[in-house]
């Protein structure tokens, strides 16, 4: 009997050494992510898409906030903290980080999720808690009809895509025209239905419709329908990935009309991948990194500097993104008061980032211009 | 106290106990020695059902909730009957493909809004609080409205998955229950000594079917949001490592399942990117030690043994 007891008593301690180590770990991981700022310093959590599929998304967010951060700590008005969370890209996952920020870290505001899905299931925590919350890269409809705490600086597709339609109707005296998009993407079907509306509104004849899923990679059969129709442009709805083959495809069987797109257009990676085919495709974005601008100059030049590369959307904007909160912060004059900081979130405007001037407007969605960008040998210059 | 009421554990508490019903749905279909890998697809549907009914029809959460497993448990009747004819691995493919038939229906009908997927569900602590207050008890000493729906939420669900676990004991010990198990150990045996196994086969996968689609509304009432991406194959995979890792034997396996896979990835929230590397090398020691899953009858019979023995001294 002596021996069965030490046995339970053995895998007692273990059990109890395991609980703790993990439990110790807890306590020490934002030190361990963010090197602690010292006593008053504003704690900022972030939940993002970390490992996974869109990992690439959350890694530019990170690399952006992570550069705003020193700045704006060296700059010395607000001293800001980062406790960052995987959230997988999955929705049980982000509402376990949004919670563990607010209750177990107590952040006084956050910033994401990366996806707007995932915003739709963390964003009422967040909101009921009354922490705010910013989503940087959520562009779907209704996201801040989540609440009052929900913010976010991303420009919806329902304000970008409708200036690039306009801006190429304009331009290319658009008469009638075919869609593409990705049906099994929420986020694609969201930017096709603001592009069908934006079409309608400019009096643009719609051939036809075709879609697609994520990762197809054969998109002959709709191409091929829409280059019999003699289209004055096509329009796609998607991520890169799947824009950049559409691209390949179509000039390989001869359509070489304009290409619009969606947000999913906005990519270093659209032009890596579609190389010659990428020219003519047009896209509006808040971001466009050769504008003459000194803050933008210098951002990508840092950048750079930093991380050998030049930044993306998703980057430019998690760094506005924390120097809107650096301001509010500042007005709040508090690092600790979440409703305080929330009241003075809603107040920012005229705000100079390096995605322009901004502003939020009365349901805390961006006020802000996007730049019409068209891809021409390679490069994306501005649309005039 | 402070600790326990902590907004972060109620959540990951509430996820363990969804996870558990979900694993007490495979158990269900397992202990008739089929292998179903279409949970997730039932999950959708009940999940689905149950959305539909209280965001756009306004139905109450406790009459939809069952609605919901009601209509899974329908489907898959309709599913059953020709897919039990095959086993082993060939049902089990045959599942997973109805699985993303129902995923890619879900992505083209309009009424579940595509791949948009519906939001602003209600959430159950809030409909379970507004209940209450209807009654004149609207606060408890001391706690936020949130602690509060939480834990009316938590009570809730203990009560259903208690409720789980008694039906399936009281049913091992049934006519039913010895049918289901003869069939596992031997089909051809069990229907030489007369049982129907057809019959009841299907109804080890329609109770199954109506368990996940319970859990599929529970867990929509949750998450305030559910989209198609939600139940894809890796959801069926994760229902399916319950069982395998807490065995399947007994119905308390695929709970200690859920509990263990829920908590983890909290509990190593520290290690960061590291997470789900140490997780896949716990899964991988798992398997490679315990085989037959953490609990088997052996291990039952074991500490019976020698807790008997001890309270005898």
Known sequence: MKKGLTKWFTGMMIGTLLLTTAGCGGGSAPAANSESEGAGAAKIGVVAYLSGGGAAYGQSQKEGLDLAKDEINALGKVKIELVYEDSRGNNTEAINAVNKLINKDNVVALIGPTLSGEMFASGPIANQSGVPIMGTSTTAEGITDIGEFVFRNALPESSAVPQAVKMAVEKYNLKKVAIMYSSNNDWAVSGYKTMEQALKDNGVEVLATETFADKDTDFSAQLTKISSLKPDAVMVSSLYQEAALVLKKAREIGITVPFVGTNGFNSPELIKIAGKAADGAIVASPWYPGKENEKITKFVTDYKAKYNKVPDQFAAQSYDALYIYASALEKAGSSTDRAKLRDSLATIKDFQGVTGKFAFDEKRNPLMDATVLIVKDGQFTELK | ?313
């Not at chain 2, 203990?158 to 409720?163: D, G, K, N, R, S």
Request: glycine letters at 10%; a positive charge.
């Open chain 2, 1 to 313: 106290m402070d600790i326990i009421l902590n907004q972060y554990y109620l959540q990951i508490v509430i996820f363990v106990l969804v996870n558990a019903i979900l694993g007490v749905s495979i158990y269900m279909t397992l202990s008739t020695g089929q292998l179903s890998l279409g949970n997730a697809g039932f999950m959708s549907i009940g999940a689905y059902t149950c959305a539909i009914l209280t965001v756009k029809a306004g139905f109450p959460v406790y009459l939809a909730v069952p609605i919901g497993g009601a209509a899974a448990s329908f489907i898959s009747l309709i599913i059953g009957y020709p897919a039990l004819r095959l086993t082993g691995i060939y049902l089990a493919i045959a599942t997973l493909g109805f699985g993303e038939v129902v995923r890619v229906i879900i992505l083209n009908l309009k009424i579940t809004n595509g791949a948009l997927g519906i939001s602003g569900i209600p959430t159950l602590g809030t409909k379970i609080s507004k209940m209450l207050s209807s009654f004149g008890l609207s606060r408890f000493g001391g706690l936020t409205a949130q602690q509060t729906s939480n834990l009316l939420v938590l009570v809730v669900l203990i009560f259903i998955l208690a409720f789980l676990v008694f039906f399936c004991t009281r049913l091992n010990r049934s006519r039913v229950g010895r049918a289901f198990a003869s069939i596992k150990a031997d089909e051809s045996a069990a229907e030489a000594m007369g049982i129907n196994t057809t019959y009841y086969k299907l109804l080890a996968f329609a109770l199954g079917a109506f368990i996940a689609g319970m859990a599929g509304g529970l867990s929509a009432h949750l998450t305030f949001f559910i989209g198609p991406k939600d139940f894809a194959y890796h959801r069926t995979v994760e229902i399916l490592s319950f069982a395998v890792l807490g065995g399947s034997d007994l119905i308390i396996g695929p709970i200690v399942g859920a509990l263990l896979l829920t908590m983890l990835p909290e509990l190593l929230r520290s290690a960061s990117e590291y997470r789900l590397m140490i997780y896949g090398a716990l899964m991988v020691i798992m398997m490679a030690f315990r085989p037959q899953g953490l609990i088997s009858e052996e291990t039952v019979r074991f500490w019976k043994r020698k807790l008997g023995r001890r309270i005898k001294q």
